[in-house]
């Protein structure tokens, strides 16, 4: 995790001053520049255009919404299977079936 620069910081929201080396997360606030693509520039413009929400509200719910998803654990991937019954050819007769279809390709 990043680190505070090593100035002094006062959170506005949390009234309360952030020595130097506390985490960034640990404290609630946290500023930073990010550069967003065209396309999640323009969704985000028309969400603030409808006035319920301000800017970094819009980010904040969608970041912690990314965020949720990858913090639930995967399914564990299992195969299903099945009884397949009895063989209808023998090992013998599968490996004669295989070395005659090599000969008659190599003829």
Not at 80 to 90: A, D, K, S, V
């Amino acid at each position: 995790m990043r680190k505070w620069p090593e100035k002094r910081l006062r959170c506005k929201k949390h009234q309360r001053i952030i020595d130097k080396g506390i985490k960034a997360s640990s404290n609630g606030c946290m500023r930073t520049t990010i550069t967003l693509d065209p396309d999640v520039a323009a969704r985000i413009d028309k969400e603030v255009a409808k006035g319920e929400q301000t800017f970094k509200e819009i980010v904040n719910a969608a970041l912690r919404k990314g965020l949720e998803r990858q913090v639930l654990p995967k399914r564990r991937f299992v195969q299903r299977t099945w009884e397949g019954g009895e063989m209808l050819l023998t090992w013998p007769e599968i490996k004669q079936l295989l070395l005659d279809d090599d000969v008659e390709r190599y003829r």
